[in-house]
């Protein structure tokens, strides 16, 4: 079974590349530059060392990223693989990355989630927007997930058709993720990792009014579509 490391990366740091030395081509690793623009060009042309490297021209959002990165892969490897989606800011480790690959090498029908634990050391806007997050999530889905926002995902290659059709091209699209497991009869874990914030997480691209009325959003036009439904 094949591990593969996608990274979507918009306007990265130096972590980036750490990130990707850590790693250092021992599993294949497809890095997308979300249009990160030329003052960018050469944390890409040194992460070209330990990375395939797909780049645009315009910020299209994350979920386009991962989406254009999961395509790449359908062309290029066959199946019997396995997708570990990573961070470009240093949030997350290799050492995580292995236990959501081997948890999905036993169970490949099912989605793995890297799931933080949030104490005092955690970012305020991190504490409470991911537990806003996770309560309306449970309100609406009857379902558990403890960390909703967790970029550190692994699933085999019996999913990645799914994984493309969700819609969202930005932070929704992972939150469409979430909320679709159900209806497509999808299992999911679960696994604590290593919580890591860089710098109190000032270079996150997350916006926190914008980005998560727009998750909220989702979660709202999901539950009303299943309220029609039923």
Known sequence: MKYIILIPAYQPNHELIKLLTSINNE?????????????????????????HVISYDN??????????GLNYIEDTYEDNY??????????HILKDALKL???????????????????????????IGNYITRKIFKLATHSSIYDTQSGLRAFSHQLNNYMLTNNGNRYDY????????????????????????????????FKTIKDSYKIYKVIYKWSKSKKKSN
Do not use: C
């Not at 396995?82 to 949030?91: K, P, R, S």
């Open 27 to 51: 599993y294949p690793t497809i890095l997308v530059d979300d249009g990160s623009g030329k003052n960018y060009r050469d944390i890409f042309e040194s992460a070209k060392k330990y990375a």
């Open 59 to 68: 910020n299209m959002g994350k979920g386009y990223a991962l989406k254009t």
């Open 82 to 91: 396995i997708v570990v989606t990573m961070d470009a800011d240093g949030q």
């Open 101 to 127: 690959l081997e948890y999905v090498k036993e169970h490949p029908d099912s989605l793995a989630i890297g799931s933080r634990r949030w104490d005092k050391t955690t970012p305020i806007r991190s504490r």
């Open 174 to 205: 992972e939150m469409n993720v979430l909320l679709n497991l159900n209806g497509h009869n999808i299992p999911f874990k679960e696994i604590p990792i290593t919580t890591i914030y860089i710098n109190n997480n000032r270079d996150s691209h």
